[in-house]
């Protein structure tokens, strides 16, 4: 049963990243971003109305400064994903647990093994690896990011952070009611911000709709499998598993966009989700 639960956010983040990431090319990666994390926070709304629960002490600060952390944070990831490969930044993206357990052993003591400091530096080969087109490094005087690879590590280090602090958050208050809050606080960040970058001249342009709302069919059930599960299990086993999405956007964007990868990304991005699992288990 653990293991069925955990391939939802596999399948639903590897598919989801491909899929916001063609969408962000379309219509510009800032609308996509508002578009998602809003039409969520609406179905979470409902949700919590029809569960009739109480919102009790709410610490808004903390959730306000989250809610900053995470709209930069997604908006940086829709960013990478609507220029870049999704594997490749997917694959980026997931090490953010290279900085979440970095700043657990720093702040809360948590252990250090061998086994983990071994998984530090394979993750580290990893991007080294998924961060260059290595094939034109002897044709230029100078190495040159990967598209989408810059926003992807901003991206990565920010959901440490942001994952690093949201565990407190989301034992004081449940993850249901974090999410709601979170939801709609990223989502309005990131509409204040699109506006300002855009203004009002994009407002009436349409979305496309029929593209928008499988986006958030999967992520409603991707995301709420990853909480769900890791409410009745072990997290290491749940997020390793999760964490195999880069395979996922990898083998949807190759067979239904024809997107390419040289073997060395991919080679790359599998050394990156053995480091995640030596992370997890180490």
């Known amino acids: 049963m653990v293991f069925l639960l955990s391939l939802l956010p596999m399948f639903g983040w590897g598919i989801n990243n491909v899929l916001v990431g ?8 800032l609308k996509t971003a508002v578009s998602v994390q809003l039409l ?4 979470f709304l409902g949700w919590w109305l029809v569960r009739g629960d109480a919102f009790g002490e709410i610490k ?3 959730f306000m400064l989250l809610g900053l952390l995470a709209a930069g944070n997604y908006g940086l990831m829709l960013k990478a994903l609507a220029s870049g490969q999704a594997g490749v930044v997917t694959a980026i993206v997931a090490a953010s647990s290279l ?6 052993i720093a702040f809360l003591g948590e252990s250090v093994s061998s086994f983990k400091v071994i998984s530090v530096g394979v993750i580290f080969l990893g991007l080294v690896g998924v961060s260059f087109d290595w094939k034109l490094i002897g044709k230029r005087s100078s190495f040159k990011w990967a598209n989408g690879v810059p926003a992807a590590i901003l991206a990565s280090l920010g959901f440490g ?9 989301n034992r004081l208050h449940g993850w249901f009611m974090t999410t709601l809050i979170l939801r709609g606080l990223t989502g309005l960040n990131l509409l204040i911000l699109w506006w300002f970058m855009v203004g009002s001249r994009e407002v009436k ?16 059930v991707g995301f709420t499998g990853y909480n769900f599960a890791v409410t009745k299990y072990e ?5 390793t598993i999760a964490n195999a999405s880069p395979i996922v956007s990898l083998t949807v964007a190759r067979i239904f966009f024809k997107e390419k990868v040289a073997w060395y990304k991919l080679i ?4 990156i989700i053995g480091g995640i699992v030596g992370m997890q288990w180490g």
Do not use: K, M
Request: charged content about 10%; aromatic content about 20%.
């Open 22 to 29: 063609r969408l962000g090319r379309r219509v510009g990666f």
């Open 40 to 43: 969520a926070w609406v179905v």
């Open 60 to 62: 808004w600060s903390t």
């Open 99 to 104: 900085v979440t357990a970095t700043l657990g």
């Open 161 to 169: 952070f942001y994952f690093f602090f949201l565990g407190p958050v």
């Open 205 to 220: 342009r349409p979305i496309p709709w029929r593209t928008l709302l499988p986006i958030i069919l999967i992520e409603l």
């Open 235 to 239: 997290v290491s086993y749940v997020y």
């Open 268 to 271: 790359s991005v599998a050394v």
